[in-house]
Nanobody, 115 residues
Framework: QVQLVESGGGLVQPGGSLTLSCTAS????????MGWYRQAPGKQRELVAR???????NYVDSVQGRFTISRVGATKTVYLPMSSLKPEDTAAYYC?????????WGQGTQVTVSP
């Protein structure tokens, strides 16, 4: 069973920065995609950023230029440095890993952007 463990969430002021980390229980290059989703209260879960096995990245328009997804194979970790954070970035952030038709999820980490 694949396990994904997130860390790095917290409370930050608008304009601040945070870096989320997601460590997998196995080689991250086994997955077709790894990515970050978020879900705010009362809203649907949305894709924030993802990276495929070839290193191609995708971002939701609202975070383009502020968030950057990256990975380190040796530590089986995917990172999401986030800068210029806005109150609307407040949500629970979930790491995901997809292989073929199966998607695995982490337990989530809360990011709150507030004065």
């Amino acid at each position: 069973q694949v396990q994904l463990v997130e860390s790095g969430g917290g409370l930050v002021q608008p304009g601040g920065s945070l870096t989320l980390s997601c460590t997998a229980s196995e080689n991250i290059f086994n997955f077709n995609y790894m990515g970050w989703y978020r879900q705010a209260p009362g809203k649907q879960r949305e894709l924030v950023a993802r990276i495929n096995v070839g290193g191609v990245t995708n971002y939701v328009d609202s975070v383009q230029g502020r968030f950057t997804i990256s990975r380190v194979g040796a530590t089986k970790t995917v990172y999401l440095p986030m800068s210029s954070l806005k109150p609307e970035d407040t949500a629970a952030y979930y790491c995901s890993a997809a292989i073929l038709s199966r998607t695995y999820w982490g337990q989530g980490t809360q990011v709150t952007v507030s004065p």
